[in-house]
């Protein structure tokens, strides 16, 4: 049997932060979308970074929890359900490059940042400790921050941002009335025209999963004003200075992708292998279809994927126990379930090839999810979830609230006042939690799962045997030849992925100006922006 988990700690790469995995609790209510439909259905739509044997596999270890009952693969969710998660968090490095506060105005309430780009400004999906809000909060300080606008996780600049509740209530009315002034500027692929450009087509995001937006009639309407800085013949591409009217998601991009000169390094809008050799200049077909693909593996793992299965389907075992039916994610019936418009089958084709191409950069990480059986049942050593309160009392999300005893559970499940689930925790108390041993017996009132983590599932591999066979397939990007050296998380089992190149962590976006009731402030030019400047395409 496995060895307890034992601490895991990222090798240092200059130009990127990393932090340590942590154990995280988080808590969400039911979406719309998820009434009626059972958990590893929903688990695998929602999301795409492991294999379906390994939601699977996750959800039988007890890990998740609905109203405070451990659940199960085919668990329904109903309305009103509260799900509780324990998620061993890997978050994604980004730039070491650190936030900058321009400006802190103490009596009006609201500091001036230049944010990196690669960084998020909220906490969401795999990213929290490394969000600017979490960043400001722990590392710089301030009490609480109120940001009312974003900007993309991949766009750098300047942003203005609350201290108080009143002070974000005022910007958040100039936004909304389209009083703020906003420049940005962007370098693009090839001669931008010298003369001004006004885009006006309206913007839709079609696919959530991958954030993908595209110029829509049924869109929300968008006005973005271009004009021309310089052209540079050495990159043939152009520095462009952008001011937008409306903010919607990814509206420049989109925009200058519509205009047929893409920001030069965007991974998504600037893509060939997604777009194809038009890059989606003047928009794509729009007509519906009802055609859809089962996820299809790189080419080099094609032979692989025959031979061993593929991750994105549960295994033939799985289905002779019973699950007879194929889920969403599959057959390809994902693609479009969160589209507020049928696509249609170039817009299909589009989010398939963006979806393919995440998964050969990543080799099909997927895959290599056969480690995670080589351990015991997942779960966090000695972290229990309080269960909820009232259904009258329940926070729609946040941080659940974890007990390091269980007696202090039973005196505080008997209480009347029990409060909900993020104020019992700091966000940076939480996001350390370093949680006393638990007793043996635990009372009726706390969820835990029933699996034993001393004994494997049935069918579970040896550390040998999972090794052994990531070892057939050198194509992944393992290399298990040095001993010693990690190749999946030793606490979770997470194939860990190689460090990006810091040079991949940004576009050529940056905010570089706002004008409000406030006051007008600007960041310098980004370096990108300057003449003559060239980068690494590959």
């Known amino acids: 049997m496995a ?59 007890g890990v998740t929890t609905v109203n405070g009952k451990v659940a199960k693969p085919d668990t329904i969710l109903m309305d009103g359900d509260r799900i509780e998660n324990v998620v061993h968090r890997h978050e994604p490095p980004v730039t070491s490059t650190p936030v900058k506060v321009l400006l802190h105005d103490v009596e009006r309430e609201f500091i001036v940042v230049d944010k990196p780009g690669s960084i998020p400004v909220h906490a969401s999906g795999r990213y929290y400790r490394n969000s600017l809000i979490e960043i400001l909060v722990n590392d710089f300080g301030y009490e609480k921050c109120y940001p009312v606008n974003r900007l993309d996780r991949l766009t750098s600049g300047l942003m203005i941002i609350p201290l108080s509740a009143k002070r974000a209530r005022q910007l958040t009315l100039e936004f ?42 049924e869109g929300k309407p968008a006005k973005t004003v271009f004009n021309l800085i310089r052209y540079d013949e050495n990159t043939d591409s152009s520095v462009v200075r952008c001011h937008p009217y409306t903010g919607r998601s990814h509206q420049l991009r989109v925009h200058l992708q519509f205009l047929g000169y893409p920001i030069a390094n965007d991974p998504v809008y600037s893509e060939k292998k997604i777009w194809g050799e038009k890059l989606g200049r003047g928009g794509i077909d729009i007509t519906p279809s009802d055609a859809r693909e089962a996820p299809a593996p790189p080419a080099h793992l094609q032979n692989l994927v025959e031979s061993q299965g593929s991750p994105e389907s549960l295994s033939n075992e799985v289905r002779s126990a019973g699950l007879a039916k194929r889920l969403p994610r599959e057959t390809g019936e994902d693609i479009g379930m969160g589209s507020p ?41 000695n972290l229990v979830i309080k269960p ?101 998380c030793p606490e979770c089992y997470l194939p860990l992925h190689p460090d990006p190149n810091p040079e991949k962590l940004y576009i050529f976006l940056h905010a570089l100006k706002y004008t409000t009731s406030l006051g007008s402030f600007s960041t310098e030019m980004p370096e990108w922006a300057a003449e003559g400047w060239e980068w690494d395409p590959s």
């Open 176 to 217: 909304m009335a389209g009083t703020v002034r906003k420049e940005y500027i962007a370098r693009v692929k090839g001669r931008f025209p010298s003369e001004e450009i006004i885009c006006e087509e309206p913007l839709l995001t079609v696919d959530r999963q991958m954030g993908l937006n595209i110029v829509h009639p």
């Open 388 to 488: 909820p309160p009232p259904q009258n009392r329940r926070k729609r999300g946040g941080i659940a609230e974890t007990v390091s005893s269980p007696s202090l559970a039973k005196a505080e499940s008997s209480s009347n006042n029990t409060e909900a689930a993020t104020e019992g925790l700091s966000a940076t108390g939480a996001s350390q939690l370093s949680i006393p041993p638990v007793d043996d017996v635990a009372p009726s009132s706390i969820a835990e799962p029933t699996a034993d983590a001393s004994t494997p599932p049935s069918g579970q591999l040896t550390l040998e045997e999972a090794v052994e066979k990531i070892s057939i397939a050198p194509a992944t990007g393992f290399d298990v030849t040095s001993e010693g050296e990690h190749i999946y």
């Open 3 to 61: 060895d307890q988990p034992q601490s895991f700690k990222p090798k240092e790469v200059k130009g990127l932060k990393k932090i340590p995995p942590y154990w995280y609790p988080y808590t969400t209510m039911t979406k719309l979308r998820w009434i009626g439909r059972e958990l590893l259905e929903v688990v695998s739509t929602e999301f795409r970074d492991r294999s379906m044997e390994y939601y699977r596999y996750a959800l039988e270890s």
């Open 341 to 381: 418009v049928p696509l249609s089958q170039e817009a299909v084709g589009v989010i398939t090839r963006l979806r393919n191409m995440k998964d050969e950069d990543e080799d099909w990480s997927r895959w290599r999810d056969v480690v995670f059986r080589a351990k015991g049942v997942m779960k966090p050593h």
